[in-house]
């Protein structure tokens, strides 16, 4: 049973203490405005939580109505424009615990990478974050979580320890091996399909500095430098994780002079090592061509953003994702002709290759359902629409695992969601999502099941 929209939560109203926000109330627009403007939410109704029992008395509520219902914190992640749905904002619940001696973080469901980080730095420890810092930590970390210390220490799932999570009838879970073997499996790489995560424990790693940044080439070098770097990878160890992006920057002050509007190739590094180690390790990658900006030094994990240097605006974005098998010559030529700089694609914002392998590759002390382990690369194109970065990754198929990283696979059907995961672990996901989510009311954001 659904109201019409000018009464709809009337009944919720007072049971929730953050703010109820209708479709056509001002303010709801400033609510649930995303970080990704590919796409506009339209809920039916907005809640602005506050604390689990806000959580709890949305969810239970719209289930009983048959509303779905999605989540969102920082609006990174937005893969629909959620028409008719109950929409669970989490920015108020954005509380950071660190306990230095137990080597971890307790957060809220709105909290970022960057307040974990703040919290983390001064006892020298570090959460396994993202490229970017303003990425919600909780959203990041349940698609699998892959950032610059990836390689020495697996995915930001692998190191989750315990969380609470809002099942569909409103029930609040505490959630770890223990408890709730199964959930426990399921939520650390199966995202948001099984409820709303309220509070996330997971473990710190020792990390206080690095070796790390990046070096940007021109593009006339393009072809030399995606080349070297498809040898020159493989031959790193677990202790330094790499990615290149070809880039087709704007025109904006905020970006730096000399990259300026211009189509760039942008090699990151972050060795976890001495200074000296990593200037030696980076060198045969520095003699390919003069840059036209390097930032490479040694610096402290703090400032892990400025590896990968993301867009800390709004903006947006279309991505399409693959995970791939290996980077032969061949493979660097279709990526060249796919989103090199001889292509006329002025939308084609980034296209990225991730390495993976190491620890990302190991399977972590207590399993989880994150998929893409067996790849060696991840690629990620992101456009302001579909056909551009969808071309790139079909051109790259020949290569492709058939799989791909959840947080970079954007906008899918549930039929190429459920294709990420071996047929067991899909079988067991879905006995999950049957047991604890059977009327599929966490079906938007990135389903499972259609
Ligand atoms: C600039 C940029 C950089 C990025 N860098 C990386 C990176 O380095 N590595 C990486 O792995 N990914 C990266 N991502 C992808 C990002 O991790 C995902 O998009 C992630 O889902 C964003 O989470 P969010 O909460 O910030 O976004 P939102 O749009 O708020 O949420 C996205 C989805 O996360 C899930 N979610 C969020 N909160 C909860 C909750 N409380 N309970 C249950 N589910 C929840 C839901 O499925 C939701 O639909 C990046 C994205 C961008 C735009």
Not at 188 to 216: D, H, S
Request: with cysteine; charged share 20%.
């Amino acid at each position: 049973m659904t109201s019409s929209t000018t009464d709809v939560g009337a009944d919720l109203e007072g049971r929730v203490t953050g703010p109820l926000l209708r479709a056509g109330d001002p303010s709801l627009a400033a609510e649930v405005a995303p970080f990704n403007r590919a796409r506009t939410p339209r809920p039916v109704v907005a809640v602005g939580a506050t604390c689990a029992e806000d959580v709890s008395a949305a969810v239970g509520w719209a289930a009983m109505r048959g509303h779905r219902v999605a989540v969102q914190a920082t609006g990174h992640g937005l893969t629909s424009s959620l028409a008719g749905a109950v929409l669970v904002t989490t920015k108020r619940m954005a509380g950071v615990e660190v306990d230095p001696v137990a080597r971890a973080a307790r957060v809220g469901a709105g909290a970022s990478g960057a307040q974990v980080i703040a919290a983390a730095a001064p006892h020298g420890l570090m959460p396994l974050a993202g490229s970017s810092s303003q990425v919600g930590v909780v959203g990041y970390t349940l698609g699998g979580g892959l950032g610059p210390l990836g390689r020495r220490y697996g995915f930001a799932a692998d190191h989750v320890r315990r969380l609470r999570l809002v099942t569909f009838e409103g029930a609040v879970r505490e959630v770890d091996v223990d408890r709730e073997p199964e959930l426990f499996w399921a939520v650390r790489g199966g995202k948001g399909n099984f409820g709303i995560v309220t509070e996330l424990e997971f473990g710190l790693v020792p990390v206080a500095r690095l070796y790390g940044g990046g070096v940007f080439f021109p593009a006339e070098v393009a072809a030399d430098v995606l080349h070297a770097y498809r040898e020159w990878a493989p031959t790193l160890s677990d202790e330094t994780t790499t990615s290149i992006a070809l880039l087709r920057l704007p025109p904006l002050p905020e970006v730096p002079e000399p990259l300026r509007g211009r189509f760039v190739v942008h090699l990151r590094i972050a060795h976890l090592g001495p200074a000296a180690e990593g200037a030696a390790l980076a060198a045969p990658m520095r003699a390919v061509a003069p840059a036209l900006l390097d930032v490479l030094a040694d610096m402290p994990a703090a400032a892990l953003d400025a590896v990968h240097m993301d867009p800390t605006e709004p903006m947006p974005v279309r991505e399409r994702g693959a995970t791939l098998t290996g980077l032969p010559a061949e493979a660097v030529d279709a990526l060249l002709a796919a989103a090199g700089p001889d292509l006329d694609a002025p939308s084609l914002v980034m296209v990225e290759i991730r390495q993976l392998g190491g620890a990302l590759a190991r399977p972590p002390a207590v399993p989880n359902a994150v998929a893409g382990r067996d790849a060696a690369y991840s690629l990620l194109a992101v456009a302001p629409e579909d056909g551009p970065a969808s071309a790139v990754v079909d051109r790259l198929a020949p290569w492709s695992t058939g799989g791909a990283l959840l947080n970079f696979l954007g906008a899918a059907t549930a039929e190429r969601i459920r294709g990420l995961w071996s047929p067991a672990d899909l079988e067991r996901l879905l006995a999950v999502k049957r047991r604890h989510d059977p009327a599929n009311v966490f079906a938007l954001g990135q389903p499972i099941d259609g």
